[in-house]
């Protein structure tokens, strides 16, 4: 279903309209689904000021980055010129990145170890800004993701609590390329249900109509809002 937003949404440089069949595809996936709105982070890593600045002037509001550097390099001036923008990390999130981190971020999706929540509760403490918090779940136990397995999300959510004070909003995850995501967004919905957490983060490009069937309440999309980035 995804595929045809970014068959419908115009040429890859213009945003607008394709964010508005984006919005679209969200809005029938919700209706289909009997669901209120859902959050759309439109990823903009990899994207300049300008591009962003294009989704901005369409309305959106809600941006998601991989990396902490690259978020430094573009957001600050953006949020100079732009009031009521919120900024996602949606990416790995090293431990002695955690101070920057909660300093530019409004939420952190990518919580996925002790010495990380460790650290995000000092800089929480310290700064006095409490930026919302993700657990990441690596649904698939991929070697080369980042996240906590399944069998072992009970215990870390509970001791991001009990040991580190830490309140968990929501949880995160990113289904294997070559599998059907929906078992994965399945599983990721009943591991936030049994721990009382309220908040989803599931669902990209070409996913994320499967994921609000699933109860999704935010997802991530780039690349049908921005177009295919280039290659480093």
């Not at 990396?67 to 002695?96: C, F, Y």
């Not at 830490?166 to 070559?178: A, E, H, K, Q, V």
């Amino acid at each position: 279903m995804a595929e045809s937003v970014q068959a419908s949404g115009a040429k890859p440089h213009d945003i607008a309209s394709a964010l508005a069949a984006v919005r679209a595809e969200i809005a029938r996936a919700c209706r289909e689904a009997n669901r209120d709105s859902v959050t759309l982070i439109a990823v903009s890593k990899t994207f300049g000021a300008d591009a962003i600045a294009e989704a901005i002037a369409a309305g959106q509001r809600v941006f998601g980055e991989n990396r902490v550097q690259e978020a430094k390099a573009k957001w600050p001036a953006l949020r100079e010129v732009h009031a009521g923008l919120d900024l996602h990390l949606i990416g790995p999130l090293q431990s002695n990145k955690a101070k920057e981190a909660v300093a530019l971020f409004d939420a952190i999706h990518s919580v996925d170890r002790p010495s990380l929540c460790e650290a995000l509760a000092k800089e929480i403490g310290r700064q006095g800004r409490a930026p919302q918090l993700f657990v990441e779940i690596n649904t698939g136990a991929e070697s080369q993701k980042a996240g906590i397995l399944p069998e072992d999300a009970d215990d870390f959510l509970r001791g991001c609590r009990d040991r580190y004070g830490l309140t968990i909003s929501g949880l995160m995850c990113i289904p294997p390329f070559d599998e059907a995501p929906a078992p994965h967004f399945a599983l990721t919905a009943k591991i936030a249900a049994r721990n009382g957490v309220k908040l989803l983060s599931m669902g990209m490009s070409a996913d994320f109509p499967a994921a609000i069937q699933f109860g999704a309440t935010h997802v991530r999309v780039g690349s049908a809002i921005f177009g295919v980035r280039s290659k480093p």
